[in-house]
């Protein structure tokens, strides 16, 4: 019985350690098949190998990842692959197209790639499968993503090609302003900047001052005078980088000169536009002050402080208002709509405008557009020619009205023989306002008129032999005859600057006859 049960013992041990055993190996099982991804990749290889259905992507090794992880282009699997192959292979692309007919390609790299690179393309029921391999590696071990290190070595050696074929400095310097790298380019300029005899050391030395570049600042513009050379200017931008400042530095010399020719054409202009009379203001695209002269001070009565705080269009003209020069309008709405059209037709070049101010004087504001959507404003003060234009308005009104009280029909007319004068009494005679008409009649379509209202006469003739020619003239006198019987007796006069004076007055019935003509109407020559 004992022995009996010390068997049903063991047996029963030896179940319970079977069981423990085979749940071991099936947990062991389930964790190893969860790790390793599933392909479907019959072979057991550590190549980099991708399987496309067109171009979407099925199936890749774990090294065809890698690869494709270090390649920094957006898009699907197909166009990033494509984008780091096309630079290694030529005529990839249409190479990959005759797949179908030819079923199987081998390519190489061209040789300005560095070390060789193998595709092997191939159809398979439908498939393309690309194969990379590098012939350089032998140690093709697995666990090693050869090909991704290739992307990333050539990713690297890229860079670095760049940074030292570039024309501007870099460098990069700790906090205390000793600089640990620099490019080709800095050093070139390091070299230039040295004294007969001396070498490069480590650290480098500095180019720049070492307040511009530790100062968190960008666009600030140091100048470095190389070795016999003139100066130049460079533009410094700078940025933190874990404790340490990157910063590049560019040629700025021509940006330079042109701020330095902008200013001294600036300074020309200013005391160009100082000796004028005329108020100008010089307004930007946003319509802020950028340029103005004295006179215009003086003529809006805005002080420099304010003109120099570059105030915009609309301050300004604000500002005028309330010195009272410009014109008061009778609703503020209206007159800031005024203001806005004014701005519009200025930009077109159609602003021209008169302004009669409240305290008596008269202002002529000109608006044209500049380049660049700038608008220049100019504003004339023309009070004393319009009170010329005045006294010379009113000097002609009392003219016309002492001619209008002479019995006498009076026509006057220039060198030309353009009519420039005549006398109510002369519409009475001759009928018509040959006065309204002042620029459209001359003495030849006059004396038209006359011969056609009188008998046949040789005066008319005379008349216009009289008043065209220049020479020395005296005054003379004759006589016509209306188609209505009455007599005219005509006085013709030599005036000022070769101007002719005709003067026409109906004979009375009882003043009895006279002779036909007086004087001597043939002129006198010199």
Known sequence: MVINWVLEAEFLLTALFAAVVALAMMAFLERRNKRQPVTIFAENTTAT??????????DSTPSAR??????????????????????????????????????AVTLASTPQRGSPLLLQAELRGGLTRLVLADPSREDQSEGQDLMAQ?????????????????????????????????????MLRAAEVLQNGQDLTWPLPRLFEKLATTQNLSGQRQKLSPRDAKPIWYELCGFEDKGERLIFATVADALVHAETTLRDFMLTLTKTFAHLHVGLA???KQRQLVLFNPALMDLTGLPAEFLSMR?????????????????????????????????????????????SLPGGQTYRVIGRPHPNGALALMIEDISGEMLRTRRF??????????????????????????????????????????????????????????????????????????????????????????????????????LAGGATMTAFRLRDAASGPKSVVTGDPRLKRA
């Not at 004396?447 to 006469?457: A, E, I, N, Y």
């Open 311 to 355: 105030p915009s269009l609309l301050s300004v003209l604000d500002g005028m208002r309330d010195r009272n020069m410009i014109p008061e309008p009778k609703d503020y709405r209206d007159w800031r709509r005024q203001l806005m059209e004014m701005e519009r037709a200025a930009s077109s070049g159609l602003y021209e405008e008169t302004w």
């Open 282 to 284: 010089i307004f930007d």
């Open 150 to 186: 290739r992307a990333v070595q050539e990713e690297l050696d890229l860079l670095r090609e760049t940074v030292a074929r570039a024309p501007i400095l870099m460098w990069r310097e700790r906090a205390n302003g000793d600089i640990i790298w620099a490019n080709a380019a800095y």
């Open 66 to 103: 890698a690869l494709l992880s270090t390649i920094h282009v957006q898009g699907s699997p197909w166009t990033k692959l494509l984008s780091y192959l096309v630079p290694h292979f030529t005529d990839l692309e249409a190479r990959l197209l005759r797949l179908p007919v030819e079923g």
């Open 49 to 58: 190998v991708y399987l496309f259905d067109g171009d979407v992507l099925i």
């Open 393 to 494: 308005r009113a000097d002609l009104e009392l003219s016309q009205s002492v001619i209008d009280e002479v019995d006498e029909a009076i026509a006057v007319f220039t060198p030309a023989g353009q009519l420039v004068m005549s006398n109510s009494g002369y519409a009475r005679l001759w009928g018509g306002n040959s006065a309204e008409n002042l620029s459209e009649e001359t003495l030849r379509s006059l004396s038209v008129r006359w011969r056609m209202q009188c008998s046949p006469s040789t005066v008319w003739t005379d008349l216009e032999d009289f008043a065209s020619n220049p020479g020395d003239r005296t005054q003379w006198k004759a006589e016509v005859r209306l188609l209505d019987g009455r007599m005219i007796d005509c006085r013709f006069a030599p």
